[in-house]
């Protein structure tokens, strides 16, 4: 996450858990003046379509009076899903075992697309097995990251 999602998760985790549930993730896309803040949420028993309503009014409103955006924004509120995106150190450590989707900012042996086997974290690098082969991601490297559901 950049600093600007770092500021913006940090200013609505309180309120976001004054709603009992937790903040998962913050995705801000600036696109000129049309800009995108997407806000993961996550509870123990579920996410609803009530909670998503609820966290967009609060967080809105939040947003409006701290004045942290400084153009006109879309705001977004939804689950993870299962295709979750993956932040912090943590959300690889409880996802490890389980296929991901990592996109690099810069290539890595000629590769930006890296899917493979979550094997864990490793001196501050996400370790991938693809094919027999280990990778060794530097976290600062990985633009994006994504659970890939497997069904049987």
């Keep these: 996450m950049n600093n600007k999602e770092l500021q913006i998760e940090e200013l609505i985790t309180p309120t976001v858990e004054a709603l009992d549930a937790q903040v998962w993730g913050v995705e801000y896309l600036s696109q000129g003046k049309y800009s995108v803040l997407r806000i ?26 701290e004045e942290i955006l400084p153009e006109a924004y879309t705001l977004e509120v939804s689950s993870p899903g299962m295709d979750r995106l993956l932040f ?62 497997v069904f049987d």
């Design 88 to 149: 912090k150190s943590a959300h690889y450590e409880s996802h490890v075992g389980e296929r991901v989707d990592v996109r690099l900012n810069y290539p890595f042996e000629g590769r930006k697309k890296i899917i493979g086997l979550l094997a864990g974290l490793e001196d501050n690098s996400v370790v991938v097995q693809v094919d027999g082969d280990e990778y060794l991601l530097p976290l600062e490297n990985v633009q994006k990251a994504r659970i890939v559901p």
């Design 40 to 65: 993961y949420v996550e509870r123990e028993d579920g996410v609803s379509v009530d909670l998503c309503a609820d966290v967009s009014r609060h967080v809105s409103d939040l947003l409006d009076v």
